[in-house]
């Protein structure tokens, strides 16, 4: 089992930043690809940001490339979404998710955190 633990969400204004970390912890061999999800109400859960915790590599969702950046830590097992010039649109739940292979779909991804509101205010 592994177990994720997300922090980091809140309130900010248009155009501000925020810094979301995700820690996994328990079976952490099975962690190497580590990505965040979000979920606005009444919208599918979607894809905005992926690492190989190996390599280094990362993916974007379109929507954020340029504003949004993520990190790890491999020595925590953390990982960190960096959100810059924000947008009332980037308001949702974020959740980070973890598996073995970096993929972009939600239904890949069996292990979830409990998820952190974000909202950003117009």
């Excluded at 020595?75 to 947008?87: D, E, F, G, H």
């Excluded at 980070?96 to 909202?119: F, H, I, K």
């Amino acid at each position: 089992q592994v177990q994720l633990v997300e922090s980091g969400g809140g309130l900010v204004q248009t155009g501000g930043s925020l810094r979301l970390s995700c820690t996994a912890s328990g079976r952490t061999l099975a962690t190497n690809a580590m990505a965040w999800f979000r979920q606005a109400p009444g919208k599918e859960r979607a894809f905005v940001a992926a690492i190989n915790r190996s390599s280094g590599s990362t993916s974007y969702a379109e929507s954020v490339k340029g504003r949004f950046s993520i990190s790890r830590d491999n020595a925590k097992i953390t990982v960190y979404l960096q959100m810059n010039s924000l947008k009332p649109e980037d308001t949702a739940v974020y959740y980070c998710a973890t598996r073995v292979l970096v993929s972009t779909s939600p239904r890949d991804y069996v292990y979830w955190g409990q998820g952190t509101q974000v909202t950003v205010s117009s």
